[in-house]
């Protein structure tokens, strides 16, 4: 069983900059792939970032976003740099065996935090 908890979203204006926390419960935390979706009430959830033993973005991230990991904290960064209006979501934090590009194939969630970029 992992829980996890995200934190560091809020209000940006564009071109500014904000991390994001996902914090584990898990001991074995270093196992598991974490990866980050968003969603938005008019899109469906989608794949933002994964990290396992490598890294993978969406290629609407891809240079502006950065996901490292801290094993000995049991924590996951999402770095968001260079932000745009577009990026406005709730952004979840998942964690599954392997880093998977579907929602439907993670089991652990956290619940969610809002990231507004303003124009």
Excluded: H
């Excluded at 979706?37 to 976003?65: L, M, W």
């Excluded at 065996?97 to 929602?103: D, F, I, V």
């Amino acid at each position: 069983q992992v829980q996890l908890v995200e934190s560091g979203g809020g209000l940006v204006q564009a071109g500014g900059s904000l991390t994001l926390s996902c914090a584990a419960s898990a001991q074995t935390f270093s196992r598991y792939a974490i990866t980050w979706f968003r969603q938005t009430p008019v899109k469906a959830r989608e794949f933002v970032a994964t990290i396992s033993t490598s890294t993978d973005y969406a290629d609407s991230v891809k240079g502006r976003f950065t996901i490292s990991r801290d094993n000995a904290k049991n924590t996951v960064y999402l770095q968001m740099n260079n932000l745009k209006p577009e990026d406005t979501a709730v952004y979840y934090c998942a964690a599954a065996a392997g880093s998977y590009y579907l929602p439907s194939q993670y089991d652990y969630w956290g619940q969610g935090t809002q990231v507004t970029v303003s124009s």
